[in-house]
């Protein structure tokens, strides 16, 4: 039997465990959450409740569990330094320790290592620690993008354009980070199409999975704030309709020359997912920015396709022998909705921001699959917390019918609730057709 730890609470992790547990191997999976997942629990043979930051108790329960490796799914236990704990007990995981995780947790470590190692993709940045040079630095840009240099849960970028329309207002942004962070990041903004590409990485080896592309914005047309990600759609040829296949192989050879320059820089191997967010511009493909786990939703659409053995492939990722491995997925089409609360996203005094607490009713949706998220079951039932609660994926043939699926299921799901009915139509994926052949001067 191998004795698998799964640690994190969310739809992200609901679907590795549902893939752990797809083994061909005799798994007992053991799960550490910080509040009760019922599809993660239903999988579990023993589950854990305590904050990721804990790691002397999350330790402790994989030593009485004898547990042969660990699956760390989001940032936060990444950030606390979990897979470093873990390793001094003698357990590896699928995930990098703390100081590799700064992939994802300092936008300046991984901005400056392609920098150093003069690795394609970057966009023109510095980093500022206050308000001193901002404003000669954006003066010759088109555009601006600032950020925190740190975790922000996927809602700390501000573009322009979008979350403000002048200089002035972008040092007006960095003022406000610069009240709460260390630091802030400004780059030059970029003009074309997103796509996540998370690939699997040994150290050495980095195998890519099919290309998502996720949808940031909280409401129909990509209006609204960002969210975490409302949804997400990924097609049976492993590509996307706006891209080339050289655009995918170019984010693929920039994710390989970070892999071998972490190495370079640390003399330590990152074993675990290094999710790129790309976008493709009238240049060729630029770096957004790494994740250092799975993407939430992406990983809903990429895990369920998977046709080799997850467990095998996690032990290649920690042995270092992903080389030696033929890892498929199904060509399929996924299309990934995210049921929220009505309230999510909007300011508290608004009159649906108390349905974040709501109760909700889950019905007949046999045709799809379910990924509880941000839910705390209770003993009268499922309610809702203040984030995403559950991410709905239809699976089919092709783009259209899984759209279709993952839509006629929604009305299956009972409660104060919404989602973006337009993620994975035609409409909106030939809008971003047309924009990349704009982009592309076709």
Do not use: W
């Not at 996307?240 to 003399?267: H, M, N, S």
């Not at 019918?401 to 839509?407: G, H, L, T």
Request: proline fraction near 5%.
């Amino acid at each position: 039997m191998i004795r698998v730890l799964l640690i994190g609470n969310g739809a992200r992790e609901h679907v590795i465990a549902e893939t752990v547990k797809r083994s061909a191997h005799d798994i007992a999976l053991f799960s550490c959450m910080k509040s009760n997942n019922p599809g993660i629990a239903s999988l579990s043979e023993e589950v854990l409740t305590t904050g990721y930051d804990n790691r002397e108790e999350i330790g402790r329960f994989a030593m009485e569990n004898t547990i042969d490796f660990a699956i760390i799914g989001p940032e936060d236990p990444l950030n606390n330094g979990i897979v470093d704990f873990l390793k001094n007990e003698g357990i590896p995981s699928v995930g990098p320790t703390k100081s590799l995780a700064r992939l994802e947790t300092s936008k300046a470590f991984t901005r400056n290592l392609l920098e150093k190692y003069d690795i394609p993709g970057n966009p023109q940045f510095r980093t500022f620690s206050s308000l001193e040079g901002i404003e000669e630095f954006i003066a010759p840009l088109d555009g601006v993008v600032v950020k925190p240099d740190g975790l922000t849960g996927g809602k700390g970028v501000m573009v322009q354009g979008d979350h403000f329309q002048t200089k002035d207002e972008a040092i007006e942004q960095c003022e406000k980070i610069l009240e709460k962070h260390p630091s802030v990041m400004v780059e030059e903004r970029f003009e074309g199409e997103e796509f996540s590409l998370q690939c699997l990485c040994d150290g050495v080896t980095v195998v890519a999975t099919p290309p998502v592309q996720d949808h940031k914005r909280r409401f129909v047309g990509d209006r609204g704030p960002n969210t975490g990600g409302m949804g997400s759609y990924s097609v049976e040829d492993h590509s996307l309709p706006f891209l080339k296949k050289a655009d995918v192989a170019e984010g693929l050879a920039i994710t390989r020359r970070v892999a071998e320059a972490i190495y370079l820089e640390t003399g330590e191997y990152y074993k675990g997912v290094m999710y790129g967010g790309f976008i493709v511009t009238r240049d060729g493909v630029r770096l957004l920015e790494y994740n250092a786990r799975f993407g939430d939703p992406e990983a809903m659409n990429i895990l369920p396709l998977l046709k080799t053995d997850f467990v095998d492939i996690c032990r290649a990722v920690i042995d270092g022998t992903l080389k030696d491995m033929d890892i498929e997925f199904e060509n399929k089409a996924t299309v990934c909705k995210y049921i929220v609360p009505m309230g999510y996203g909007l300011p508290a005094d608004h009159p649906d921001a108390d349905s974040t607490s709501s109760k909700i009713e889950v019905l007949d949706t046999k045709d799809v699959n379910l990924y509880y998220s941000s839910v705390d079951k209770k003993e009268d039932g499922l309610y809702m917390t203040s984030s995403r609660a559950i991410g709905v994926v239809g699976i089919s043939d092709n783009l259209d019918s899984a759209e279709k699926i993952a839509e006629g299921a929604i009305v299956s799901i009972k409660g104060p609730i919404d989602h973006r009915p337009d993620i994975g139509t035609k409409k909106l994926i030939n809008k971003r057709i047309q924009h990349m052949k704009e982009i592309r001067g076709q």
